[in-house]
């Protein structure tokens, strides 16, 4: 029985080489990859894969001891047959991985996002917010769902491919932001006193000199302004080492980290001029079920995942 779609299947070369000098042919392992029919150490993680809409992934041994990979993509688009050596670990700038990554961005199931949004959300639901910046918008996530309020939105990001994504669903719906394309560590282009409210979501985890930024924050604040930062919880990064990556079939993208501890965030926040509000320490049991493409142990539960701070202008 097929347990998933294959989608557009490719076989690299090198792999249909290897397999035909073993008397055998891709479609074998396509199959087994399909029925589920997988290697031990893959079982788990696969049948949590396909109830979750994950990656599904296969290693296979050819009889001379060769491996190679089965993948098929989370949304089941495509499928990739390769050698295990084939495999890349690609270390990318966050402005080349973005520019991949924004193609499914917001169809991936985003562990950090599902946890992130809905406290995003119930803080910002009573703030009297006109004006508001979305520094490091990305596809516009929390810039749309702004502007669907009738705030006046800018949004601002080194990514023209990922802009591209929320302008595309801003004129879909008629939205008036403001897209502009830049940094948020640098002078940002926008004058003194502009914004009730600055928002910068996931971003400040990557290559961002933290406290130029968070003082530019502070300048296009009007006096009483708010700033709300999300990002990934830094315990993850300086403690447990993990890297911020995407996968596609046949390669895993990574993406920079500064290493910020969370002190590093706090200090810049109070350095800056702002008092601090709130502040949530998100873990991964936080987290819904099957939006992490493994399940989490109890172990990892108390795990800490999203960090996020309210704060306003002195």
């Known amino acids: 029985m097929e347990l998933f779609p294959l989608g557009d299947i490719k076989v690299t070369p090198a792999a249909s080489a290897a397999i035909e000098t073993q008397g055998t042919?891709?479609?074998v392992f396509l199959d087994k990859h399909q029925r589920g029919e997988w290697p031990e150490e893959n079982r788990a993680d696969n049948e949590w894969a396909i109830r979750h809409g994950h990656q599904v992934w296969s290693d296979?041994?050819?009889d001379d001891g060769t491996e190679i990979h089965v993948i098929t993509a989370f949304d089941r688009s495509h499928t990739l047959l390769l050698l295990a050596d084939e495999y890349e670990d690609h270390w990318v700038s966050t402005r080349e991985g973005y520019a991949v990554w924004s193609q499914f961005y917001?169809?991936?199931k985003n562990g950090l996002i599902a946890?992130?949004?809905?406290h995003v959300d119930s803080l910002l639901a009573d703030l009297p917010i006109t004006r508001a910046l979305d520094a490091g918008a990305g596809t516009g996530r929390h810039s749309l769902r702004l502007a669907r309020r009738g705030i006046h939105v800018s949004a601002i990001d080194q990514s023209p491919e990922v802009l591209a994504v929320a302008q595309q669903t801003a004129s879909i719906e008629g939205l008036p932001i403001d897209f502009r394309i830049g940094r948020i560590d640098e002078e940002l282009p926008l004058p003194a006193h502009s914004f009730d409210l600055v928002i910068c979501a996931l971003v400040l985890s990557h290559d961002v000199d933290l406290r130029q930024a968070v003082t530019e924050f502070?300048?296009?604040l009007v006096p009483g302004g708010y700033l709300l930062i999300s990002d990934w919880h830094p315990d993850c990064v300086t403690v447990m080492g993990w890297r911020t990556c995407?996968?596609?079939p046949g390669t895993t993208y990574v993406v920079p980290n500064a290493g910020h501890s969370r002190d590093d965030y706090m200090r810049a926040v109070a350095d800056s001029g702002f008092e601090v509000l709130r502040v949530l320490d998100l873990t991964l049991g936080d987290v819904p079920t099957g939006h992490i493409p493994w399940e989490?142990?109890?172990e990892e539960k108390a795990r800490n995942w999203c960090l996020i701070i309210l704060a306003r202008k002195g």
Do not use: G, N
């Open 25 to 27: 042919t891709a479609s």
């Open 115 to 118: 946890v992130e949004q809905p």
């Open 60 to 62: 296979f041994k050819l």
């Open 296 to 298: 989490i142990s109890p």
């Open 218 to 220: 502070h300048r296009v």
């Open 106 to 108: 917001d169809r991936e």
């Open 246 to 248: 995407f996968q596609v």
